[in-house]
């Protein structure tokens, strides 16, 4: 059964930082390219990161684009995200997914992130 599990989320004030994980079970996780996903309260999903098999990051939304890295341990069966600089507008539940974009075919429960002075 594959299953993906995150971890990390909580309150941070504005400007702070978090690190997200997914612990991947179930699936081959060196195979695939792995993305993170948000959606906020009353909000559609949005894409925000993706990563390849490799580990070379292919895609940062604009709105995260130079305060979030994300990143991978294959041996580990890890998928990270990096976020800093921290907005009001980055809370939201943070999900992580097995694919790319219109690709993504499994998703998380995700974690809570909110970004509260």
């Known amino acids: 059964e594959v299953q993906l599990v995150e971890f990390g989320g909580g309150v941070v004030q504005p400007g702070g930082s978090l690190r997200l994980s997914c612990v991947a079970s179930?699936?081959?996780?060196?195979?695939?390219?792995m993305s993170w996903v948000r959606q906020a309260l009353g909000k559609g999903q949005e894409f925000i990161s993706s990563i390849s098999r490799d580990g070379k990051p292919q895609y940062y939304s604009p709105s995260v684009r130079g305060r979030f890295t994300i990143s991978r341990d294959n041996a580990n069966n890890t998928l990270y995200l990096q976020m800093n600089d921290l907005k009001a507008e980055d809370t939201a539940r943070y999900l992580c997914?097995?694919?790319?974009?219109?690709?993504?075919?499994?998703r998380g429960q995700g974690t809570q992130v909110t970004v509260s002075s």
């Open positions: 997914g097995r694919g790319y974009g219109v690709g993504i075919d499994r």
């Open positions: 179930g699936f081959a996780f060196s195979a695939y390219d």
